[in-house]
């Protein structure tokens, strides 16, 4: 990785300023992405932006900026990209600071803001030394999600293509799945879920596959088969249902025969069951039938110490002696034939003997 550190002076970086909206955010004359088309939008608020505006007013240094080299030799933001926007949006007229906007303070303080220099620090190097730089200076204002960075490593027309489906407030995938969805489409969540379930877990290794794809139509028509799925086979929405991955068990189980009707039976009476501790794993229990999901109720320490006393501490397997915290709690009918986590259904039973008995 080759770094060198520049000056370069506000008036050249507003130079050629422009919001090209979805084409993303161009400055200085041009020659840099400020906001290249797979980040996210602008989200500094009033009193961030005041902030940048005020520290150039005061002369006081702003944190040190930094931009890629491109093969072409043009440059893109790696970390700085809300400040570059705060100034360049004020020099442009689009806001005002203390009720002044540029144009109304006088030449002499203008050509003092114009002037001001920023430290930028020029960054060449391949794919994998740009992520893990992205990663160093990651660790301040406005932090990089995960995702952002992959974004950053793998741009071109692919990833492109798929903010305009997954990375934009009110973008196709909050209108079609939002209930379904944990986090935020602006910070990336939405397109790293969709990734995430498409590839079974290896985002990396499908973005670089599909970098230079002229689009993401893959990804948004296996999202909305997914999402279509789940309206069909869990057609009645509870708030549980958001944020479990779904594309994981659509993978898995789409060309299973399911009976909406049965599944939501079950998933009702699940549901009021005070034993099944996680309701949202109802739903991926009812498909795999895998109890580790419910995180069954456990009985409490004063029901294993009252049948612990009551049975002498004697295992009521292989009858032998243990201390209390060599013993563990066991329901005599299991759960899943309809035993309760109650008093009347608990037995201890020495480690070893419990492992045996669920083991069967």
């Known amino acids: 990785m080759k770094i060198e550190l520049h000056k370069i002076s506000i008036k050249e970086l507003s130079n050629g300023y422009q919001d090209l909206s979805e084409k993303g955010i161009i400055g200085y004359g041009g020659k840099l992405d400020i906001r290249p088309p797979y980040q996210r939008e602008f989200i500094y608020k009033d009193k961030q932006r005041e902030a940048v505006i005020n520290t150039i007013m005061k002369k006081f240094p702003l944190n040190v900026m930094y931009w ?37 303070l006088p030449t002499d303080k203008q050509k003092e803001i114009l002037d001001y220099q920023l430290m930028v620090y020029f960054c060449e190097g391949t794919d994998s030394e740009k992520l893990e730089w992205f990663k160093t200076i990651n660790i301040a204002g406005e932090e990089l999600t995960e995702q952002e960075l992959r974004n950053a490593v793998y741009h071109g027309s692919w990833t492109c293509d798929a903010k305009r489906y997954f990375s934009k407030t009110g973008c196709p995938a909050y209108g079609l799945a939002g209930d379904y969805l944990m986090g935020s489409a602006i910070r990336q969540d939405y397109l790293e879920t969709a990734i995430d379930w498409i590839s079974n877990g290896h985002i990396d290794e499908y973005m670089s596959k599909h970098q230079h794809d002229s689009h993401a139509g ?52 699940l549901m009021q069951d005070d034993d099944v501790s996680n309701k949202k794993g109802i739903y991926i229990f009812v498909l795999d039938r895998e109890e580790k999901h419910l995180n069954i109720r456990a009985f409490s320490q004063s029901i294993k110490r009252h049948v ?50 669920s083991g069967k």
């Open 68 to 104: 890629a080299v491109r093969t072409d030799q043009n440059f893109e933001v790696i970390d700085g990209q809300q400040r570059t926007i705060s100034i360049c949006q004020y020099i442009c007229g689009e806001f005002a600071f203390e009720k002044m906007y540029f144009h109304n």
């Open 218 to 269: 893959e990804l948004w028509l296996y999202f909305q088969n997914v999402i279509n799925w789940v309206k069909l086979i869990f057609p009645v929405y509870r708030k549980e249902m958001k944020g479990i991955k779904w594309g994981i068990l659509f993978n898995k189980f789409k060309n299973k025969s399911l009976d909406a009707n049965i599944l939501e039976k079950e998933i009702q009476s």
């Open 308 to 357: 612990y006393e009551k049975q002498q501490g004697l295992c009521s397997h292989c009858h032998r002696h243990f201390s209390f915290d060599e013993m563990e709690a066991d329901h005599i009918v299991p759960w899943h034939e309809g035993g309760k986590t109650e008093i009347e259904n608990c037995q201890m039973l020495c480690k070893n003997c419990n492992r045996r008995k």
